[in-house]
């Protein structure tokens, strides 16, 4: 997975997180059937958003752009309600070009294990699929992927011809052209020509964010690596770069004001809203979102929500510790909650079935039992995606709405309004 769109399961109302997972699994199934196994690898966060742009824009009903899909590990063997059709196809091509490009871009860096030539020669051979494939099932919705490549083939003769002290923004140049395509074909697919204006502009803007965190994230191990980072050839330092990063920001919430929307819960809380905590994960919280809090959490000593409170251990149980819920075994003969289980697995059988885990997805985002010490483990992406700063812990709010300059009241479906 990869992006800068990554909503926490907590900031999300039950009506948008099941949303949300339906486009995830859409754009995932989209890519299988149309590029194979392993194009699901492609799926990311950001390339979802194209998806959700189509049907936020549609007249159609909901149950036209909606299927029900089988049982997944990745959703604990459950079936769902996914997206499909033009949207999610559109969403599919992007993000494996996307990833074509991203593939490419670490071989030319020779970063990790893109250094060892078999694997580069294995990784060149599986951008040049997935760009075929991708040109392919673009122009099935009348999308030229050419854009997007032509975009990824100047972005190395920028990024050579820079000198120290020029404008970071001419490197941000052919992302931002290749996301205003994408963004404002959505138009085109839902049949609203008259969004296509605005929605350039905030592609424009949300690949020119999206290339500038990129770069700031990764400053540091750039710079311990001796990769090329933009910033630092630019000499653009954090605090310009966080500058242009909140412009844009801005500049997304003005244009999705203009835009046309059937349903503009979703596309607001991911674009005007998601973006800015994209911003905060990066560079920090700013004053005014320091401010922006949610009312409840006014009346503690800590500023914490009430329910965030640490449980109190009973008397003689070590207090690092949370309490024994009274219906948990306890005694002779059980193990303490926390504790090792007395039969962890050798190291051949802990091997064995960490590859079973992992060619079922459950190590990613389900819940598991370690495959060698046998603990309870959360998925990988519910321990790094989950940015729940600022979450009140009621499981229903997202939080965006109090104080905000760009919300009419409710427009977040937080159910804090």
């Known amino acids: 997975m990869f992006g800068i769109i990554r909503p926490c399961r907590h900031r999300l109302s039950e009506r948008l997180q099941t949303s949300w997972m339906a486009h995830l699994c859409g754009l995932c199934l989209a890519l299988r059937d149309d590029h194979g196994?392993?194009?699901?690898?492609?799926?990311?966060?950001?390339?979802?958003?194209?998806?959700v742009l189509v049907e936020a824009q549609a007249a159609r009903e909901d149950s036209s752009w909606r299927r029900t899909a089988g049982p997944c590990p990745l959703r604990g063997m459950r079936t769902a309600s996914v997206a499909k059709g033009e949207g999610a196809r559109l969403a599919a091509a992007v993000s494996l070009a996307l990833a074509s490009v991203k593939i490419r871009d670490h071989v030319e860096d020779r970063d990790g294990v893109f250094a060892r030539r078999p694997v580069a020669a294995g990784a060149r051979a599986v951008t040049r699929r997935w760009d075929r494939q991708s040109a392919g099932s673009a122009s099935a919705v009348g999308f030229d992927t050419a854009v997007l490549l032509d975009a990824a083939s100047r972005q190395g003769g920028l990024e050579r011809s820079l000198r120290p002290g020029g404008s970071v923004l001419l490197v941000t140049e052919p992302t931002e052209t290749a996301t205003s395509a994408a963004f404002a074909h959505t138009a085109v697919i839902a049949g609203r020509p008259g969004n296509a204006a605005p929605l350039a502009e905030a592609g424009r803007l949300f690949g020119r964010l999206a290339h500038l965190l990129d770069a700031a994230e990764d400053q540091a191990a750039d710079a311990a690596s001796g990769a090329w980072n933009p910033l630092t050839a630019t000499g653009t330092d954090r605090a310009e770069a966080e500058r242009l990063c909140r412009d844009a920001v801005h500049g997304i919430r003005l244009a999705l004001r203009e835009v046309d929307l059937t349903d503009r819960t979703l596309?607001?809380?991911?674009?005007?809203?998601?973006?800015?905590?994209?911003?905060e994960r990066v560079f920090g919280t700013s004053r005014h979102a320091a401010s922006c809090r949610h009312p409840g959490a006014a009346g503690t000593a800590t500023g914490e929500h009430p329910h965030q409170a640490p449980p109190q251990a009973p008397p003689g149980q070590d207090p690092g510790r949370a309490p024994v819920p009274p219906w948990v075994p306890q005694g002779p003969g059980f193990t303490p909650p926390g504790e090792k289980p007395p039969n962890p697995r050798n190291l051949l059988a802990g091997c064995a079935m960490w590859a079973l885990m992992a060619c079922s997805c459950q190590l990613l985002c389900c819940d598991h039992d370690d495959p060698f010490s046998r603990e309870r483990r959360e998925g990988f992406c519910q321990r790094n995606d989950c940015d729940c700063s600022g979450c009140d812990g009621c499981g229903d709010c997202c939080q965006c709405c109090d104080g905000c300059d760009c919300c009419d009241g409710g427009c977040c479906d937080c159910g804090c309004n």
Not at 38 to 51: E, F, H, M, P, V
Not at 267 to 279: D, I, S
């Open 37 to 51: 196994q392993l194009a699901r690898t492609a799926t990311n966060y950001d390339g979802l958003i194209i998806s």
């Open 267 to 279: 596309v607001h809380v991911l674009l005007a809203h998601e973006t800015e905590r994209a911003v």
